[in-house]
């Protein structure tokens, strides 16, 4: 076992019973950031971490060999459309969603609910859940909790998320605090309907929008459950990146020290690394893929849009302090032309790159946590990223 820093005393494995075990290695006493790993039953994941999101079972772009030559250790799928297509039922008849997509390492699963949530006109929500239309031929359906937990526990995933209400933004306080308490109802209903504790762990969804103290009620009563870990929800749905910082600070240190802590739905270079510092350990997002599609790209001196006239003579690579394939193999000026060319190649090759350099950050966040100086490893990357404007929104 990893010996505990000098200012860490007490335990922080969580029970045994789940099928997730949550070891915190290191917290840097500055910022509270931590270093931690935890068990699931298809491998350990060291943490903080950047989870690569496939939501159709699949990364955009990339092959599963590309996602395991990035280093990734865990990768998140959306429940809700492998519902619609091609079904939980087929999935399980598989053999499980680790068999079906060939994926031998730990999966997360989203419930659904953010989906639901995009969908807009096309859903009503009732108290036992949402009755919405297929985005894609507008079929009826209907997704409560207890259909979450059934169609998450047939996808067979190591962690699987209750389901939630994910409110818009703006949204008044009476609007957040009516989806916060639905979405207390219904957790207690995916905890008692959870068939495979022992094998999935349900993590709950702490919701309450821009409003501290709806969040602070929401941490209470979601942590009330002996859950193998949490999740800040309903953030960067539109609001302002400092808004997303201010709940992201204020929520963090009120969550359970023992438990995986996990912040849905941000993935920039300083999202990651604000909410590193502020306790995070685990991300996801579709950004890496999304960006490189359209030519953008992480590197160590910020943004950078590969289409600019400057690239198309510059045979040097996207980011000399990178070693993904795309950095060791290929210039700025052949990549410029693949996606100046709409070549699928192009998109490949730079979203390799950009999921890489998520993974790698968070691996170097992890590291300076471990060796005691994140102080100043946060102080110099920030610098970096907040003189190319990285908090401005997408």
């Known amino acids: ?13 969580s029970s045994s019973k789940h099928s997730i075990s949550f070891e915190t290695e290191k917290i840097c006493p500055w910022s509270g ?23 159709n079972a699949a990364l955009r772009s990339m092959t599963f060999t590309d996602v395991r030559n990035c280093g990734a250790e865990i990768v998140l799928s959306n429940a809700y459309h492998l519902y619609l297509r091609p079904g939980h039922e087929l999935i399980a008849t598989a053999g499980g969603l680790h068999k079906f997509m060939a994926w031998d390492k730990p999966i997360l699963t989203d419930s659904g609910g953010f989906q639901v949530f995009s969908l807009d006109s096309l859903r009503r929500i009732a108290d036992d859940g949402v009755h919405f239309q297929d985005h894609r031929g507008g079929a009826k359906h209907f997704i409560g909790p207890g259909k979450s ?18 409110v818009k933004n703006p949204a008044t306080y009476a609007e957040a605090e009516a989806a916060m308490e639905r979405t207390h109802r219904w957790l207690k209903v995916c905890v008692e309907t959870h068939a495979r504790p022992d094998e999935q762990a349900l993590f709950g969804i702490i919701q309450g929008s821009m409003y501290e103290d709806l969040r602070r009620k929401s941490v209470e009563e979601v942590t009330s459950y ?13 609001e302002a990146r400092s808004e997303i910082e201010r709940i992201v600070k204020f ?14 739905g941000v993935g920039t270079p300083w999202d990651i690394l604000y909410a590193i510092r502020c306790g995070i350990d685990m991300f996801d997002c579709v950004s890496p893929t999304r960006l490189a599609r359209h030519g953008s790209v992480f ?5 950078l849009n590969i289409r600019v006239s400057a690239n198309r003579t510059d045979f040097g690579p996207l980011d000399p302090n990178c070693d993904c394939f795309t950095c060791m193999t290929h210039s700025r000026a052949y990549l410029q032309h693949l996606i100046r060319q709409k070549e699928m190649t192009g998109a490949i090759l730079l979203s390799i790159h950009n999921v890489r350099f998520l993974i790698r950050e968070a691996k170097n966040s992890r590291q300076a946590i471990l060796d005691g100086n994140f102080r100043e490893y946060y102080e110099h990357l920030s610098r970096v990223l907040l003189s190319h404007d990285e908090r401005a929104p997408e």
């Open 33 to 55: 950031a931590r270093a931690g790993r935890f068990t699931t039953p298809h491998g350990v994941v060291e943490t903080p971490v950047f989870m690569p999101v496939g939501t």
């Open 299 to 303: 590197t160590s001196q910020g943004r």
């Open 149 to 166: 937990m059934e169609i998450q526990n047939a996808i067979g995933a190591d962690i699987i998320m209750a389901f939630d209400e994910c």
């Open 251 to 264: 929520t963090t240190p009120l969550m359970p020290e023992n438990k995986p802590r996990y912040l849905m």
């Open 226 to 238: 002996d859950l193998p870990g949490f999740a800040i929800g309903g953030v960067a749905v539109g």
């Open 1 to 13: 076992m990893s010996s505990l820093s000098p200012e860490v005393n007490q335990s922080t494995e």
